[in-house]
């Protein structure tokens, strides 16, 4: 601990919150961010891909629906790709049987 975090508050408080986030596996302030950029991209990323989906095909059935958010990033591309030959909701289903 530095010695300004015994008398100076903001000392103690960017010590406190170094502290946090390296206990919670961070290396500083800018990972947390990094992490959080990211994790919006694959929501957005994966909303996308649904609403394509949905235009193209109707509804989507809540078991494709859920296995379409267990995809990683890449398999999420290639359905992307994949679902401009959709055209009817089995082959969704096919495509995820064959991919997830």
Not at 61 to 71: G, H, V
Not at 72 to 80: I, K, P, Q, V, Y
Not at 84 to 93: A, C, N, Y
């Amino acid at each position: 601990m530095p010695v300004e975090a015994l008398y100076d508050p903001d000392a103690a408080h960017e010590t406190a919150l170094r502290n946090l986030l390296q206990r919670r596996g961070y290396a500083d302030l800018d990972a947390v961010r990094k992490e959080g950029r990211e994790e919006g991209r694959e929501e957005g990323e994966l909303g996308l891909v649904l609403r394509l989906l949905e235009r193209a095909l109707g509804q989507i059935s809540p078991d494709d629906r859920q296995r379409i958010s267990r995809l990683d990033n890449e398999n999420l591309t290639l359905l992307a790709e994949a679902s401009r030959d959709f055209r009817e909701p089995w082959d969704l289903s096919a495509w995820l049987e064959h991919n997830a």
